[in-house]
């Protein structure tokens, strides 16, 4: 009994951080108790030197503690906080709907275009989720709009920022897979413009199909003359246009870095992954998944992506990174996908980027999905929860889809990275 506990230590030790993580305690403190606890039993038996221990503070310091980038964070969240109390996303507002008032469901497309310009500069997920359902949910609904429609366009919205650099999310997964956060912030454009696209067909479908669903704008909304008109179009895009080109454009030009441009604009699983990896984790993971049939890349790559789906429901992004992206971020790294995005180099930013985008569905995912409760937070009393998980429904089946074209077309990452000399 002794002996085979030892021999699979590593697979308990995974088991155990989920079954106590299901009881409710802190992830933090699952994962860093956890790495201990085996640590010793690990030493107990002869197979872990205690002094291995004190690699974690070099970890910690070393990955961590020193790195640059990850300064960006407080800096990109308070770029967000400044951006909720201007002002300036009530400008924008106006002016989408200025500009988009003759389509059919015009004024959600309006609040699906201004949470796609606002993804960039705000880059947190519930301050975007609850300015955007407190600036647009009210109008919305007056225009008579489709509650379920409104709030999943909202919901939808508001979590683009978790994939439209510069991402908080982006550069905590830089930081886990080490690789650079401005090929992360490169590869992740794009998908995340497909999927605002896949948002904007589906509302205006739903807008022709069912106009009562929601209703266009009448004609005496808004300005009625041409100056007025370009005046609040200028005020609302300009500023806003402007701020997103030199965040992002300072990046993806090369003249700065991810903390820089932060700047412009306005830690761990460590001693668990050690421990995993130290016991063997890596060969053992890989030795299970063999015996379950799982052993070509595409099989590992399927694996990984419904486990972090499956995942989604229950735990927030952080945690899912914490978890998933240690342990198979290396075990993928080691399998050929050159045949399919042409080589290597470009590995980590294509995986990053599907973790990214299914990741967004853990924001979404009934029935703990943080999103759900920003908007809850946030519609009128006769709006429940249910109605709140119906609106979001359809736009997580367009974030599979958005998922399956990353994955089908990895030029759609890689492009980007690729002209601007990131993957060199």
């Given amino acids: 009994m002794i002996a085979w506990f030892a021999d699979n230590l590593a697979l308990i030790m995974f088991v155990t951080m989920f079954v106590v993580i299901f009881c409710g305690y802190p992830v933090a403190f699952v ?14 038996l002869g197979d872990f030197p205690l002094i291995k221990l004190s690699n974690i503070l070099l970890r910690m310091w070393g990955g961590v503690a020193v790195d640059p980038v990850l300064v960006s964070l ?32 015009g004024l959600a497309i309006a609040v699906m275009v201004m949470g796609t310009i606002l993804a960039a500069p705000i880059g947190v997920v519930g301050a975007s989720v609850v300015m955007l359902s407190l600036i647009s949910l009210p109008p919305l609904l007056k225009a008579g709009y489709d509650k379920r429609l409104s709030i ?6 508001g979590t683009l920022g978790i994939l439209i650099p510069p991402s908080i999310m982006l550069v905590v997964m830089a930081e886990m897979l080490n690789t650079s956060a401005g ?82 604009g306005c830690l761990g699983a460590t001693g668990f992954s050690m421990v995993f990896r130290e ?19 595409w099989e590992m790559m399927a694996f990984v992506m419904v ?10 992004w952080i945690e899912i990174c914490l978890i998933v992206l240690p342990i198979f971020g290396p075990i993928l790294m080691k399998m050929d996908f050159s045949s399919h995005i042409g080589d290597m180099v470009g590995f980590m930013p294509w995986f990053a980027t599907l973790v990214a985008v299914n990741l967004q569905t853990s ?36 974030q599979v889809i958005g998922l399956a074209l990353c994955l089908a077309f990895p030029e759609l990452s890689l492009w980007l990275p690729r002209i601007s000399g990131m993957l060199d």
Avoid at 31 to 44: E, H, I, K, P, S
Avoid at 152 to 157: C, H, L, P
Avoid at 279 to 297: R, V
Wanted: glycine share 12%.
């Fill in 307 to 316: 486990l972090i789906f499956l995942l989604g429901f229950p735990f927030e």
């Fill in 183 to 264: 090929a992360l912030f490169a590869a992740a454009t794009i998908p995340g413009f497909v999927l605002s696209g896949l948002y904007l067909l589906y509302i205006w479908g739903v807008a022709l199909v069912r106009p009562d669903l929601a209703p266009k704008l009448p004609p005496e909304h808004g300005p009625q003359t041409s100056r007025e008109t370009l005046i609040v179009v200028s005020r609302g895009m300009l500023p806003m246009t402007v701020l997103m080109v030199v965040v992002l454009g300072s990046i993806f030009a090369g003249w700065a870095t991810a903390t820089e441009s932060a700047g412009v």
């Fill in 152 to 157: 999943g366009t909202i919901g939808s919205a």
């Fill in 31 to 44: 994962l860093g108790g956890t790495g201990l606890a085996f640590a010793l039993f690990a030493w107990a």
């Fill in 363 to 398: 924001f979404m995912s009934p029935p703990f999905g943080a999103t759900l409760f920003y908007m809850k937070g946030t519609v009128p009393a006769d709006c429940s929860m249910t109605d709140v998980y119906r609106g979001t429904y359809p736009f997580l089946v367009l």
């Fill in 74 to 105: 407080p800096m990109f969240i308070f770029m967000g906080a400044i951006l909720e109390r201007s002002g300036v996303a009530k400008d924008m507002l106006d002016a989408s709907q200025v500009m988009l008032r003759r389509m059919p469901g």
């Fill in 279 to 297: 016991l063997g984790g890596d060969d053992l993971m890989l030795s299970m998944l063999y015996k379950l049939g799982i052993d070509t890349p």
